[in-house]
């Protein structure tokens, strides 16, 4: 078989997708990183192998806070931000969207796409009320599991009033609202309802969401919030069969773009997956823009730098099998 991969390495989740030649997705992984995005990549992609055997590698994709890391593990043919990821993929699935909903572990974003060109977007990076760990957090506390956090709150048809525009605002709000009598689930639908808001009004200010909407992400797989969405944008939103691995999906596209106009990529094989990796970070005082440079060596030897805003050290790298000279 041959595929082309898709990787996409966050914060709480790494995703892997396989495509084939024609896009069509065949496999699909959803990994916790757990702090070790490395040790997460090499798990998914051994899984891979073992669930493939033998096939042929046509391309790989790296995209998320960690494209950079990984897309020097694994010899990526294309390395490309979050905002180009779920737009290729969103596209893919649904060529005539127009409106990109995505919600994940740490962050959240709207994309706003208009005849196939990403015309505007914004990210929310700062506030973790919506995303999928302040939902996990939520879920603990009140003992449920996440996977019943939505089914839940659909069983509510009289929502309580949830402060959302605050994480410790939300979870303060909640417990009066416990205090004060109301019911698990009521509490839950009106906790989405609040989120739904706070994205809208913050993601989405001065955004213009027009049909057709598509959600994706991993909080997408929380039916409450999927409702809120519908309720409060009064339109159907959809939600894709592969909605938790979007950007792994639109990383592998991305690849795939690449490799029209390369012959062999630069896929470093599964064995390359055996090798020790290391990481260290120093500040260059070059200049006064102090940038924090990124080092990744395997097996002792410097595979790549990056971080720095003129080049200087990316562009300075040793040949290949050298050691990294101190530079710290």
């Not at 302040?134 to 309580?160: C, K, W």
């Not at 809208?200 to 027009?210: P, R």
């Not at 012959?263 to 200049?287: H, I, M, P, Q």
Request: proline share 2%.
């Amino acid at each position: 078989m041959q595929v082309y991969l898709g990787i996409d390495v966050g914060s709480v989740s790494t995703n892997i997708a396989v495509l084939q030649r024609d896009g069509t997705v065949v496999d699909s992984l959803y990994i916790r990183t757990q702090g070790r995005p490395i040790e997460a990549v090499q798990t998914g992609l051994k899984e891979i192998k073992k669930r493939f055997g033998n096939m042929t590698v046509l391309g790989v994709g790296t995209t998320g806070s960690g494209r950079y890391l990984t897309g020097k593990v694994v010899g990526a043919d294309s390395v490309k931000n979050e905002i180009t990821a779920h737009a290729l993929a969103a596209m893919h699935i649904m060529p005539e969207v127009k409106t990109v909903l995505e919600i994940g572990g740490q962050d959240s974003k709207i994309i706003i796409i208009r005849r196939g060109v990403v015309t505007d977007f914004a990210m929310n990076t700062v506030c973790a009320a919506g995303t999928g760990s302040f939902l996990d957090q939520q879920a603990a506390r009140l003992n449920i599991p996440i996977a019943q956090f939505g089914e839940l709150a659909l069983t509510s048809t009289t929502p309580v009033r949830i402060a959302g525009r605050c994480a410790v605002f939300a979870e303060s709000d909640m417990i009066h609202k416990q205090q004060t009598g109301h019911s698990t689930a009521a509490i839950l639908h009106g906790l989405c309802q609040a989120l739904v808001r706070n994205y809208l009004n913050n993601v989405g200010k001065g955004k213009s969401v027009l049909e057709p909407v598509v959600f994706q992400g991993g909080v997408a797989a929380n039916q409450g919030m999927h409702r809120a969405f519908e309720d409060a944008l009064k339109c159907s939103v959809y939600v894709p069969p592969y909605f938790n691995v979007m950007g792994a999906i639109g990383a592998a596209l991305s690849a795939r773009e690449e490799m029209a106009a390369k012959r062999v990529s630069d896929f470093k094989g599964f064995d390359a997956l055996n090798a020790t990796y290391t990481t260290r970070s120093f500040e260059c005082s070059g200049c006064a823009n102090v940038c924090e440079i990124i080092e990744l060596s395997a097996n002792d030897s410097l595979l790549g730098r990056w971080g720095d805003r003129c080049g200087k050290w990316t562009q300075s790298l040793p040949a290949v099998g050298e050691k990294a000279c101190e530079t710290a």
